[in-house]
Protein backbone atom coordinates (compact mmCIF):
# COMPACT_ATOMS: atom_id res chain seq x y z
CA UNK A 1 0.00 0.00 0.00
CA UNK A 2 1.33 3.48 -0.66
CA UNK A 3 0.07 6.36 0.60
CA UNK A 4 0.82 10.03 -0.87
CA UNK A 5 0.06 12.95 0.88
CA UNK A 6 -2.17 15.26 -1.31
CA UNK A 7 -2.12 18.83 0.52
CA UNK A 8 -5.14 20.11 2.67
CA UNK A 9 -6.30 16.61 1.73
CA UNK A 10 -4.38 14.79 3.92
CA UNK A 11 -3.17 11.48 2.92
CA UNK A 12 -4.46 8.68 0.04
CA UNK A 13 -4.16 5.40 -0.21
CA UNK A 14 -3.41 5.23 -3.70
CA UNK A 15 -3.95 1.31 -3.95
CA UNK A 16 -7.01 1.13 -5.60
CA UNK A 17 -5.45 3.72 -8.92
CA UNK A 18 -2.64 1.37 -8.96
CA UNK A 19 -4.43 -1.80 -9.48
CA UNK A 20 -6.59 0.21 -11.93
CA UNK A 21 -3.21 1.12 -13.36
CA UNK A 22 -1.95 -2.34 -13.52
CA UNK A 23 -4.74 -3.84 -14.53
CA UNK A 24 -4.90 -1.41 -17.70
CA UNK A 25 -1.75 -1.91 -18.87
CA UNK A 26 -2.17 -5.81 -18.60
CA UNK A 27 -5.79 -5.51 -20.79
CA UNK A 28 -3.59 -3.44 -23.17
CA UNK A 29 -0.51 -5.98 -23.43
CA UNK A 30 -3.49 -8.52 -24.26
CA UNK A 31 -5.03 -6.80 -26.83
CA UNK A 32 -1.58 -6.00 -28.39
CA UNK A 33 -0.01 -9.40 -28.41
CA UNK A 34 -3.65 -11.12 -29.66
CA UNK A 35 -3.19 -8.95 -32.27
CA UNK A 36 0.08 -9.80 -33.31
CA UNK A 37 -1.17 -13.61 -33.35
CA UNK A 38 -4.25 -13.44 -35.58
CA UNK A 39 -1.63 -12.11 -38.27
CA UNK A 40 -0.86 -15.29 -39.85
CA UNK A 41 0.58 -15.96 -43.27
CA UNK A 42 -1.67 -17.86 -45.77
CA UNK A 43 -0.65 -21.40 -45.90
CA UNK A 44 0.78 -21.14 -49.71
CA UNK A 45 3.13 -18.68 -48.06
CA UNK A 46 4.55 -20.95 -45.64
CA UNK A 47 7.60 -21.72 -47.97
CA UNK A 48 8.47 -18.22 -47.33
CA UNK A 49 8.95 -15.47 -49.74
CA UNK A 50 8.94 -16.43 -53.46
CA UNK A 51 6.44 -19.27 -52.55
CA UNK A 52 4.69 -21.42 -55.63
CA UNK A 53 1.18 -19.78 -56.29
CA UNK A 54 1.49 -20.94 -60.14
CA UNK A 55 0.32 -24.38 -60.25
CA UNK A 56 4.33 -25.28 -60.88
CA UNK A 57 4.18 -27.60 -57.74
CA UNK A 58 5.24 -28.16 -54.40
CA UNK A 59 9.04 -28.83 -55.77
CA UNK A 60 9.31 -25.82 -57.90
CA UNK A 61 9.81 -25.34 -61.54
CA UNK A 62 9.63 -28.99 -63.44
CA UNK A 63 9.68 -30.94 -60.31
CA UNK A 64 13.20 -30.38 -59.14
CA UNK A 65 15.15 -27.63 -57.27
CA UNK A 66 12.23 -26.59 -54.61
CA UNK A 67 12.44 -24.50 -51.83
CA UNK A 68 14.72 -26.94 -49.02
CA UNK A 69 11.62 -26.76 -46.57
CA UNK A 70 9.25 -28.58 -48.65
CA UNK A 71 12.24 -30.88 -49.70
CA UNK A 72 12.83 -31.84 -46.14
CA UNK A 73 9.06 -32.17 -45.46
CA UNK A 74 8.81 -34.51 -47.88
CA UNK A 75 11.81 -36.87 -47.51
CA UNK A 76 13.66 -35.55 -50.74
CA UNK A 77 16.08 -32.82 -49.49
CA UNK A 78 19.36 -33.40 -51.50
CA UNK A 79 18.26 -37.08 -52.94
CA UNK A 80 19.08 -37.82 -56.56
CA UNK A 81 21.22 -34.59 -56.73
CA UNK A 82 18.30 -32.84 -58.41
CA UNK A 83 18.86 -28.82 -58.43
CA UNK A 84 16.62 -27.47 -60.73
CA UNK A 85 17.88 -24.94 -63.16
CA UNK A 86 20.37 -23.06 -61.06
CA UNK A 87 23.25 -24.78 -59.33
CA UNK A 88 24.05 -24.25 -55.74
CA UNK A 89 27.33 -22.27 -54.33
CA UNK A 90 29.31 -22.70 -51.71
CA UNK A 91 31.23 -20.99 -48.55
CA UNK A 92 34.15 -21.57 -46.76
CA UNK A 93 33.64 -21.73 -42.92
CA UNK A 94 32.47 -18.92 -40.98
CA UNK A 95 32.67 -16.78 -44.34
CA UNK A 96 29.65 -15.23 -46.50
CA UNK A 97 32.07 -14.08 -49.36
CA UNK A 98 31.14 -15.31 -52.94
CA UNK A 99 34.22 -17.51 -53.75
CA UNK A 100 36.10 -16.82 -57.06
CA UNK A 101 35.18 -20.62 -58.39
CA UNK A 102 31.59 -19.84 -57.75
CA UNK A 103 31.23 -16.75 -59.83
CA UNK A 104 31.16 -18.67 -62.44
CA UNK A 105 28.12 -20.19 -61.27
CA UNK A 106 26.46 -17.14 -60.40
CA UNK A 107 26.87 -15.85 -64.02
CA UNK A 108 25.32 -19.20 -65.52
CA UNK A 109 22.88 -18.86 -62.99
CA UNK A 110 21.87 -14.97 -63.85
CA UNK A 111 21.69 -16.44 -67.83
CA UNK A 112 19.42 -18.28 -67.08
CA UNK A 113 17.19 -15.78 -64.95
CA UNK A 114 17.51 -13.14 -67.75
CA UNK A 115 16.34 -16.07 -70.42
CA UNK A 116 13.46 -16.72 -68.56
CA UNK A 117 12.36 -12.73 -67.35
CA UNK A 118 9.09 -14.67 -65.67
CA UNK A 119 10.80 -16.56 -63.17
CA UNK A 120 11.12 -15.54 -59.15
CA UNK A 121 14.57 -16.80 -57.60
CA UNK A 122 14.62 -17.87 -53.37
CA UNK A 123 18.08 -17.85 -52.12
CA UNK A 124 18.94 -19.86 -49.11
CA UNK A 125 21.95 -19.46 -46.91
CA UNK A 126 22.49 -22.64 -45.12
CA UNK A 127 24.84 -23.39 -42.49
CA UNK A 128 27.26 -26.30 -41.08
CA UNK A 129 26.01 -27.68 -37.47
CA UNK A 130 28.88 -26.16 -35.82
CA UNK A 131 28.18 -22.74 -34.12
CA UNK A 132 25.10 -21.50 -32.23
CA UNK A 133 21.41 -21.47 -33.83
CA UNK A 134 21.45 -17.82 -33.66
CA UNK A 135 24.92 -17.14 -35.35
CA UNK A 136 24.04 -20.06 -38.29
CA UNK A 137 20.90 -18.22 -38.88
CA UNK A 138 22.29 -14.69 -39.22
CA UNK A 139 25.12 -15.94 -41.46
CA UNK A 140 23.48 -17.48 -43.49
CA UNK A 141 20.94 -14.87 -44.14
CA UNK A 142 24.71 -12.87 -45.00
CA UNK A 143 25.29 -15.63 -47.41
CA UNK A 144 21.92 -15.21 -49.05
CA UNK A 145 22.21 -11.33 -49.50
CA UNK A 146 25.73 -11.82 -50.86
CA UNK A 147 24.16 -13.97 -53.64
CA UNK A 148 21.34 -11.51 -54.26
CA UNK A 149 24.31 -8.40 -54.48
CA UNK A 150 26.52 -10.86 -56.59
CA UNK A 151 23.43 -11.54 -59.24
CA UNK A 152 21.80 -7.87 -59.26
CA UNK A 153 25.53 -6.73 -60.53
CA UNK A 154 25.18 -9.28 -62.90
CA UNK A 155 22.13 -7.33 -64.10
CA UNK A 156 19.03 -9.60 -62.48
CA UNK A 157 16.47 -7.12 -61.05
CA UNK A 158 16.20 -6.91 -57.29
CA UNK A 159 12.86 -7.74 -57.48
CA UNK A 160 13.08 -11.05 -58.82
CA UNK A 161 14.71 -12.31 -55.63
CA UNK A 162 13.99 -13.14 -52.35
CA UNK A 163 16.13 -14.26 -49.65
CA UNK A 164 15.67 -16.89 -46.42
CA UNK A 165 17.87 -18.13 -43.83
CA UNK A 166 17.93 -21.57 -43.04
CA UNK A 167 21.26 -21.31 -40.48
CA UNK A 168 22.05 -25.29 -39.42
CA UNK A 169 18.69 -26.63 -39.50
CA UNK A 170 18.09 -28.13 -42.72
CA UNK A 171 21.41 -30.13 -43.97
CA UNK A 172 22.16 -32.21 -46.67
CA UNK A 173 24.68 -33.85 -44.90
CA UNK A 174 24.54 -35.27 -41.32
CA UNK A 175 27.86 -36.70 -40.85
CA UNK A 176 30.40 -34.79 -38.72
CA UNK A 177 33.48 -34.38 -41.74
CA UNK A 178 34.93 -31.73 -43.37
CA UNK A 179 33.31 -32.99 -46.43
CA UNK A 180 29.84 -32.66 -45.00
CA UNK A 181 30.15 -29.39 -43.30
CA UNK A 182 31.36 -28.22 -46.79
CA UNK A 183 28.82 -29.28 -48.01
CA UNK A 184 25.92 -27.77 -45.87
CA UNK A 185 27.34 -24.35 -46.17
CA UNK A 186 25.59 -23.19 -49.42
CA UNK A 187 23.33 -21.17 -51.22
CA UNK A 188 20.22 -23.01 -52.99
CA UNK A 189 18.60 -21.13 -55.63
CA UNK A 190 14.84 -22.23 -55.63
CA UNK A 191 12.93 -20.67 -58.71
CA UNK A 192 9.10 -20.26 -59.31
CA UNK A 193 7.21 -18.40 -61.23
Known sequence: MIRIHHGRGGWVNETGIMA??????VVILALTLSSCSSNKPPESAVGGA?????????????????????????????????????????FDYNDYTVREQDGSVLRANADWLQKNPNTHVQIEGHCDDRGS??????????RAQAAKDYLQTLGVAGDRMSTISYGKELPLCTEHTEDCWAENRRDHFAVTE
Open 20 to 25: RTAGVA
Open 50 to 90: GSNNSGLGQQGLGGAGGNSLEQYKQGVLGQNGEQGPLSDIH
Open 133 to 142: EEYNIALGAK
